[in-house]
């Protein structure tokens, strides 16, 4: 057997092998890299940098812990932009997992002490309502009552004994909504209901996987922008002057992609090198 | 080296290495791992279920419409429809359950006919106006740059492409070509991101494995 | 009655959902609002409908002790720990420093994460197996990619950063995103909308009947 029939057949455990090695010895090394913004995502943190202090703002946790590595620096990069800018956050989840993600992420957040000294008080500043069953017949629940789509809040509290939430009875009343998405309900949904129907002005951030399929929705009352993947991720770190987690992984990311694009050329070389000689 | 003291992490951490161990083969340290995420995964969505739709929602509003009869009287409770109806749904509900049992199962299609009849409700709306007009909307742009030429004869081409009642052939097929090649740069855009999301994924592992766990990274 | 009334249901149901998107005025918003939130809570029966049912498949492989049936008792004893430390826990299950939320962060992320993060092993392999210029059209949707994965990363702005800028590797990527991608994409969707718009108005009208299964 030639060298490029071995190298067709050869075993998937080095393959393997050399993406463990790819992604981790990368970490190792605490470089940082360059990441540049793209409008989309500049989008997002301009919508919110628009919002005065007091506005309101729903997070939609729409995503369990297998999209964590992607979604989890989205979620905690825009908590913090948002406290910094003195804005309410309402959290809630239309996947289970989604609230446990978003106390996850405010207990990071609030525990970082620039926020912490601006001594944030639950269902003052901020409140999680929970996950409820339904998909996306929630949303189009929430446009016509939050309250009946969210009796109590995560902890069994009603929602009228909820500072925050006294006010708030619809999307009407909602200045922002931001929601991370990992599949379905997501953000398709919002797109559909918040954003068509009741005129909400949303802004996703979706796993690499989700994205593209969502740039159709950016523009015209749709979408005001998308963060897509652990680079979206990044590129809102950067602007908001805060690198952290998603612009450390980007240097195990490029290599990573590296190494995939090297095994597609020599894949392809090999194919191409036995075809020949089959041929001849 | 510092390996975290938490017990915890390396739970964590032999479950991860458990689940990692399919790369070389199946295998029961594998199969247990699987085994054991699949009970999990069930027990954490009945909980949560259990605590955020079936107490407050379905008895919560159910015990305010027997208070509000109690407390205001036979008519004042009548008129509050919109608490007591909740049996209704919790009725529908339990004949969704009879599905277990295949002598009364055909009576949860009552249940499965609800559903489906409020999700083609709202889909055939919804996929309508945002998927489809709008997006038809987006589409009409003027030719004032190669950029929205671009996107207005690839979205022409594309669907072209899927009109398939028509033989691909002559000037069609020759659109129908164009359209294939923006489906398949669609396609490879779309792969260069699955690759982006998987190897994400993975970072986030390591990260765990090295760092909180073995303390190898800081 | 086994076949006309679910039907007629989802007839009515689906009417009227369509129709209160016209008329969002009383008596059909107030359908709406009920239906929706009787949905909400068959939603969550629909759940435990799989719930029970993979409960009473692991018990019945246990109790009939078929090939694997240790591994049914490893999904129960997961089912019975987490439901009964959250019913323990109260409605404060999901609260930080709860055995609940130990029990989630310690076994439910790493397991799920993990299920997630080793196809990052399967797409390589793939990639390097499967992934064959063949063609014109495989050749194009290659190059896409190739773009697409290194433009969207600070790599491939470190390989390019010494052309002008609009040439750069990431800006490639940027505009293959913005434009044709957008446009084929764009064509997915509305194709796939008028699909579900038609099989919308199949369902509702009772054309199409396969919900109902057989008998």
Known sequence: MGFFERLIKIDRRIIFTFIAVAIALPLFFNVSMYVETTPEVVGIFNAVDSLSPGSKVLMSFDYDPGSMPELQPMAESFLRHCFSR??????????????????????????????????????????NLGYTAGNEVVIQRMGSDIHAAFPVDYYGTSLDEIPLMRGVRNFDNIDFVYNLSAGYPGTMEWVQFAADRFHAVLGAGNTAVQAPLMYPYLGRKQLVGILGGMKGAAEYEVLANRPARAVRYMFSQGISHAVVVFFVIIGNLAYFFTRKKKES | MHPSPDIGIWIGGLLTLGIFSFLYGDNPYYKFCEAFFVGVSAGHW????????????????????????????????????????????GILGFLMILRLFPKIGWISRWSLAFVVGTTAGYYFINYLVS???????????????????????????????????????????GLARIGIWFLMITFG?????????????????????????????? | MR??????????????LIIVYFVPH????????????????????AIYLGILNLLKNSVDKVYRKRSGWGFSIVTIAGFVLFVFIGLYEGSDFGEIGTRYYWLYD??????????????????GSASYRAFRARNVEATVLLLAAFFVMLGRVPIGYYLTSWLPEGWRMSDVASAIMTYPQMAGQRAVMIGIALGIVSTSLRIILGIERTFLGGE
């Open chain 1, 86 to 127: 003195g804005l309410k956050v309402i959290l809630m989840g239309l996947w289970p997992q989604g609230p446990l993600q978003a106390n996850w992420a405010l207990d990071i957040i609030l525990n970082e002490p620039d926020i912490k000294a601006m001594n944030l008080k639950y269902g003052v500043d901020y409140v």
């Open chain 2, 46 to 89: 009945f909980i949560t279920l259990f605590w955020t739709v079936f107490i407050p929602k379905l008895l919560g509003n159910i015990g305010i419409a027997i208070h509000t009869f109690r407390t205001d009287g036979f008519a004042a409770g009548m008129s509050d429809y919109m608490h007591w109806s909740y049996i209704f749904g």
């Open chain 2, 131 to 173: 998927n489809g007009l709008m997006q038809i909307q987006k589409t009409i742009l003027p030719f004032t740059s190669i950029g929205n030429i671009v996107l207005v004869v690839g979205t022409f081409c594309g669907l072209i492409y899927f009109f398939f009642s028509k033989e691909h052939k002559g000037a069609f097929g």
């Open chain 2, 189 to 218: 855009a779309s792969f260069g991101y699955t690759v982006m999301s998987r190897m994400s994924l993975l970072i986030g592992r390591m990260d765990y494995l090295l760092g909180n766990w073995l303390g190898l990274i800081g």
């Open chain 3, 3 to 16: 076949r006309e009334v679910p039907l007629m249901i989802c007839a009515i149901v689906g009417f009227t």
């Open chain 3, 26 to 45: 009383p008596p059909f918003s107030d359908m709406r609002d009920l239906f929706s939130d009787w949905f909400s809570v068959i939603a969550a029966f």
């Open chain 3, 106 to 123: 310690r076994i439910y992320f790493p397991l799920m994460a993990t299920m997630f993060a080793i196809l990052a092993f399967f797409i």
